[in-house]
């Protein structure tokens, strides 16, 4: 049975989130996926040039009323990621607070394996403006404390503030290159006191638009282990 294992504002950690039938067949696909560095095509300013090469697999949409018009694989697909999307949808409705009321902050979502090797990680950053959340499910089947790849989550910031013609808009660090070209950015005002949350397998982490947070690097013990994860975000109406 899932259970909450944490719940602060703007975080919630939910442990067993899937059924052991349901995760070992999901685990199996993200094992058995194609997969690309997320700089395969060009630098992907999400991640610092020192954070290594993360691999990201095939994304999988969710989007009810056709909004965005993505080409690939669209919800339902018949596989074990519909559970996972149904899971997360019911997580976000039982947990408005997160992420938003879907329907309302939130119109579709689309969601990515990612493997992290040894000596990857990603940065502490903000995600973009449109989005109202982002979660993850941890997908390796083992993972040791003295491992790394710990999911870092600050505390709640002030969203990002531009001035437009047309008034006020909100944005984000993902919304300037300043940020990842040098420790000058917003991270800076980071108190230094996080949550960490270990990738403890068939863990769902769902996460606030206004609270920064980072993938600590996977440590050398874990030799040949990866940091296996389906991560994804929810998207704003355009």
Known sequence: MSRIS???????VIDEA??????????????????????????????????GHPMRGESVYFDPHGIFG????????STSVDLLIDAVRRVSADCPDV???EGADWVALYLSPWLYPVGSALSLHQDGERYSGAFTLFTHTRWSVHWGGELHVSPEV???VTQTKGGTTRSTAHDTDEAWMSDDGREDDDPGIATSVLPTP??????GANRPHRVSRVDQNAGAHLRASIAGF?????
């Open 6 to 12: 944490l719940r602060q504002e703007g975080l919630v």
């Open 18 to 51: 899937l059924a052991a039938a349901t995760f070992k067949a999901l685990a199996r696909e993200v094992a058995r996926g194609d997969y690309r560095s997320v700089h395969a095509h060009k630098w992907d300013k999400a991640w610092r040039l020192w954070d």
């Open 70 to 77: 993505w080409k690939g694989p669209t919800y339902p697909t």
């Open 99 to 101: 992420a938003g009321a």
């Open 158 to 160: 002030s969203p990002f």
């Open 202 to 207: 068939n863990r769902l982490v769902l996460i």
């Open 234 to 238: 929810f998207l704003r109406a355009p």
